[in-house]
């Protein structure tokens, strides 16, 4: 079996640090540490809707609210430096679908009321799972926001709106061998590659599972996804230390 | 148990028809139609390679080729028309980026030499399941353009450039019930969509399953997969129908 | 006299085909080729106008309808095949205006009221002759498309709506000599170029006669206007034909 | 017959103004007036080609030049002001390659060497008639420019480079009559409009006959083109008497 | 002491030609010269509000104006020509943002009620200055313009809307020593570049000195704002000679 | 004399904390706060040039480096939350020109040899004041890099690159009252506002004073001009407690 580039186990995460309430002008801010993967996320609340949803809205009795989320590399956040681009391109518009579609997943938008929630995930240090480590903070960033919009603003957005946790982790397939939150020495490496998106409560959200230029069986499948639980069910808890008396799940 | 708005059974593809050598330039290209789902198909071949390429590959002994691929809706597969988008939006960009990734895990780039093959693939009439379609016409244009290549130009692609075929289907959860090959009426209200692509030997190329507001569980999770084994040892039937002599597969 | 590429007369046009009801959302299309240009030509009709209209008719009692056209080259109607732009180039900006003029001086916008008629004209093989085939085809699916919706919408648009038929032709002058419908081959060589968009009955619509780097006598435009009107003539014919009992005109 | 808003005859160019070596950094520049509409025409000559032009010359022992132009509507050349458009839009694109088309029909490229003649026409005054008193305007531009080339570059430009003069006129039918040199005023209300490009020795460079929501006879189509040669001719007479010495056509 | 490229003394400002009324659609308009400088300055004035305003300003009791300002080099204004852009490069936005500021520095957005006043600054010719000529010339143009609507318009601006007159002027620094209205030669090779704006009655609207890639001192400062001040007020003496019976301040 | 809204005096800055070596990828990087404006500042070194740099030195024997900056405004540093802007809008070009100039005033680019430093300024947190602590903190990055990178790469950039420390202040009018450092509620509010960056011996690098809709006599600047280099002295105090060993100016 072949060494990991950190000595880690095959099943085990990098080490995590989670940084709560970090100074922004947001509601709800995190600072993640994974490995040598940096992440900001940050969650705001708007008292406004995107034009498309209220004119999908306009003949419907309840309004329902949106959360979107956007997501960047900071320039910084290679070595070398990777020049800022005028929007985000193919990888980085996709990963923003995913954040967005994973947190809506646990959410319930009809008790949000017309307001949007903005996410926003920006990795300042890439070293591998940016996309995972994103909606694992953005889950953390969206808690703290809503509460303190709930201390701060004359409507409260009643808190079964929060229907679940959610966090993610990536599993790949380096060397025949399934591994556990790739760093990126393995992920540029790895047969496969795999996210897995879980709620607290351990049902899927997202399983996006990639072969370039390699396909995989059905038997490497499950033990990717085997791998994937164990993850989530530990970053649930690191999730659940971090928000302390904010967390209500479970 | 519903019934499916086409009165299909929970297995059933919808109706195929591919029609090779549909008239345009290239030297690969099918018409292929699943319902009301229609997809032109192109491949082309060049003698370049994109500049990121040939970057990258400055100080490697062998040439690597490439393969890449767009995708667009026609302004008028839908109704009402929807306006026609030159670049891609996100939805268009994570799609052309899917078919890219399906049809290079079946290619050895290395046996393409120095040219890039392009996949060009445009929904004519849009019924649900149009990127699946597209990877599996994908794939009968690009054997037709390999050929056609052969047959036309003084170096020859070695035939083992092809090391299996590909083929991709739609599963999801409707109302509790999981079901193959989703039209546009069941895809808008499924709670789970989950696309599959697999070779013609039966290996996974990608998952990706989504649950739009929703989650899924793991029991969930099987039943779509053998559904879309099922649907895609069909499919791969057609392409070697489609592709006569053409087919040097399994 | 120079023989042609394809061995035709000069007064001859290339062998056309024209199939109506080609697979696609919209209530009219036709699929057109003409030697080896092919052209897919739809139109859609929404109920809505376009934002500058409607600024323009703020202030007026009856509120006049719009007819636009898209132009586009598929990459794969080229060989070697062509990068897809962001928006269209000059080239294709110029053509659909004259697509959208041409068809526009034979309906009375008035009394399609507030609509807006889309025509897309895809061109699937470029072979030269792709913007007169466009609007040949174009004013086919047109006449498909209001018959389609009057069966189909409450509101029927009156059919004195459609004022006259529609075709166009390129002739130009090649080695000191008039042709008609130039093949790619012919286009490039030509010293003068003109396309000429003309009624059923005989009337002019647009005249476009181009020198590039190079001019013409008035002798050879009154030529190349008479082989024009041959030409147009023909096409009515087929037109007719092809719309059958949808025709109503002369 | 209609009296014209400024009571000239049907055969009267507007009273034109012609004003050589406008202060600009370039070799070449003229402000004309023609009535209300004021063109501000420049040329520029740099030593080198476009990209394009570069590649397509590669394998070939001549080098050609290049003649290219641009047209823009100052923002304060209409009231009220129209937005700055930096890029062209469909018209001005239309425009600026029917400018480029009429100088590169009088000109020999070969002789130009691996140069590019930049045209410029600025309109800031707008009352009609623009695009064709920017190709008028253009050709004395591009004489000045060359000629003043030929005074402080170490490289001459064989004269033979200037086979013709060309000017241009629009000519339209109003009303039911034919008209020259038609002002906004008339020409919002033309039922046919067309732009005439000649050569100072009596050749079409270009012809552009457009029925805008209308149609024109052959008579009428004869009856503008007479209109039309004595108007080039006239502006030709005016070419000549602005470039004094540096005339050397016909 | 070096000698100026120009022969001119220290303090001494380029020959100076304003002339008023040039032939635009615009209202207020100048042609201004100082020396190998060209700028063509106009003031339009439209009832309408940038849409940011309308919002800004929904809940107030008055409805203040805005004032705007555009600037760009014309393609010839340069040798050799320079290439026209999609958009304003970062040194065109900063300079038109510069030209807005300083004449909304002397108006009274107030006393103009619903209507923008947009200044067009367009560099014929450039050869050093061009943003501080456009203050200049901007402000002639403000003046003309006003007095012109308030002939033509129901709607009279009072004329306290205009509080003070403007003028700009760059001093530099250059081998060591300070220096006034800096041409292109001297300006490339100025350590400090300082453009100074001032009303007429010598009170400073703007400051903005650069040491680009060098230094200067206090001392330095003051001797360029010394030079300045002489040069603002021989400014403000030509705007008052070519404004004649317009001019109304001081 | 009105008290500011956090009771600071005339003279005070605001509490500032500067945290070097601040985890991304970049070789310095620093996360300023000033009161409630919180910015991370990055210094990036890389082994190339700028296109027109690379054609501007060609025909020298010494090849000169570059410094360029980047600034945004991270969507979460305002509430309500501001749209992500990919492409820096007119405000933010001319900040980080202002940015890359100011530290250009210190550096000596020609021994930096053929490469780039890109400084990248992002403010998490908007308070007022966020362009002149964006080139108080890209200072302390620029040295924490060019030290990092003498450690780790075989070239070693010679020290006397640095040629002095440099840092910035804002000085504004309120209520005819000179302030420094002003929050952002001062800064709406202020008639004048100016931006002084000075270095650490004392001299000027840049001076941009600006009265939106008001301007300010000799004696206000001269006062500002006091309180700016009172401020700039004590900036230069806490860089030089930051940078600690890494410090060697005056």
């Known amino acids: 079996m072949a060494k990991r580039p950190d000595h880690r186990g095959i099943i085990d995460l990098r080490p995590i640090r989670m940084e709560r309430s970090f100074p922004t ?8 540490s994974a490995g040598g993967t940096v992440v900001l996320c940050t969650a705001s609340i708007t008292e406004s809707l995107p034009p498309w949803m209220k004119a999908a809205t306009k003949e419907q009795d309840t309004v329902s609210g949106w959360l979107t989320a956007e997501y960047r590399m900071h320039p910084a956040s290679t070595s ?11 990888r980085a518009t996709e990963i923003q679908r995913l954040i967005g579609r994973s947190l809506r997943a646990v959410v319930d938008l009809e008790l949000l009321g017309p307001r949007t929630v903005a996410i926003d995930c920006d990795v300042l240090k890439a070293d591998g799972g940016t996309r995972t480590l994103s ?13 303190s919009w709930n201390e701060n603003s004359p409507y409260e957005i009643p808190l079964p ?19 556990i939150d790739l760093c ?22 997202e ?14 499948l499950h033990e990717m996804l085997r791998l994937a639980k164990l993850g989530i069910s530990r970053l649930t808890q690191l999730q659940k230390e ?3 008396t904010l967390w209500r799940f479970g």
């Open 161 to 179: 709106f929060l229907k679940d946790s959610v966090a993610a982790v990536s599993v790949g397939i380096l060397a025949g061998e399934p591994r």
């Open 207 to 220: 399983i996006q599972g990639t072969g370039e230029e390699a396909t995989f069986s059905e038997s490497e």
């Open 184 to 205: 990126y020495l393995e992920d540029v490496d790895a047969e496969v590659d795999m996210n897995v998106v879980m709620t607290g409560t351990g049902r899927f959200v």
């Open 25 to 32: 002008a947001a509601p709800g801010s995190v600072l993640l």
């Open 135 to 147: 909606i694992t903070g953005a889950f953390i960033a969206l808690v703290e926001a809503v509460v």
């Open 80 to 90: 070398p430096r990777s020049e800022r681009r005028d929007r985000p391109d193919g």
């Open 242 to 244: 971090t928000l302390g």
